[in-house]
T-cell receptor, first 113, second 115 residues
Framework: GENVEQHPSTLSVQEGDSAVIKCTYSDSASNYFPWYKQELGKRPQLIIDIRSNVGEKKDQRIAVTLNKTAKHFSLHITETQPEDSAVYFCAASKRGGADGLTFGKGTHLIIQP | DAGVIQSPRHEVTEMGQEVTLRCKPISGHNSLFWYRQTMMRGLELLIY????????DSGMPEDRFSAKMPNASFSTLKIQPSEPRDSAVYFCASTPAGGATGELFFGEGSRLTVL
């Protein structure tokens, strides 16, 4: 089955700086790559996703890039703010999410004031 | 819509007891997923249903775990007998048919503690 590796497990950045989280996946048939944000004690919520027919997608301060050849994708957050502090999960799916998502282990992002 | 509704939010029980977790998906969503979250193993997919039919239960850890979806608006995850290693947060999630949007909508989770 699919295996998703995520790095780093913890990332501390100064407020205003950029943060980058990286993931690799094992199954070349995967075609859908979402990112979820989970605040302490809350549910995971989708923040951005990308499908295999595009290489990059942006939404305000958040962007995701995908390299299908290398089987890796990354989350980029620019101009980080205190409310960005949370655990971020990458995930992969072969059927656009219809068969569920295989998640990475998560990255705890800490924004230092 | 109220979103995915899970109950109970917190459950503390003793080893050997039966635990039943409940989930009401978003109306109109045809796929339902049960996930388990622990610090060590992260978010693990246990089982999912399409149109009330179990499709893949390969993530269910052992026979002590079972899940049902008797109708489109209700699902249960049962652990019998429970063990301390079952302590985790159990999330239910739903999505429209065929992963039309890709997004999984998670409930608030049920935090289970087995003593």
């Amino acid at each position: 089955g699919e295996n998703v590796e995520q790095h780093p497990s913890t990332l501390s950045v100064q407020e205003g700086d950029s943060a980058v989280i990286k993931c690799t996946y094992s199954d070349s048939a995967s075609n859908y790559f979402p990112w979820y944000k989970q605040e302490l004690g809350k549910r995971p919520q989708l923040i951005i996703d990308i499908r295999s027919n595009v290489g990059e997608k942006k939404d305000q301060r958040i962007a995701v890039t995908l390299n299908k050849t290398a089987k890796h994708f990354s989350l980029h957050i620019t101009e980080t703010q205190p409310e960005d502090s949370a655990v971020y999960f990458c995930a992969a799916s072969k059927r656009g999410g219809a068969d569920g998502l295989t998640f990475g282990k998560g990255t705890h992002l800490i924004i230092q004031p | 819509d109220a979103g995915v509704i899970q109950s109970p939010r917190h459950e503390v029980t003793e080893m050997g007891q039966e635990v039943t977790l409940r989930c009401k998906p978003i109306s109109g969503h045809n796929s339902l997923f049960w996930y388990r979250q622990t610090m060590m193993r992260g978010l693990e997919l246990l089982i999912y249903f399409n149109n009330n039919v179990p499709i893949d239960d390969s993530g269910m850890p052992e026979d002590r775990f079972s899940a049902k979806m008797p109708n489109a608006s209700f699902s249960t995850l049962k652990i019998q007998p429970s063990e301390p290693r079952d302590s985790a947060v159990y999330f239910c999630a739903s999505t429209p048919a065929g992963g039309a949007t890709g997004e999984l909508f998670f409930g608030e989770g049920s935090r289970l503690t087995v003593l």
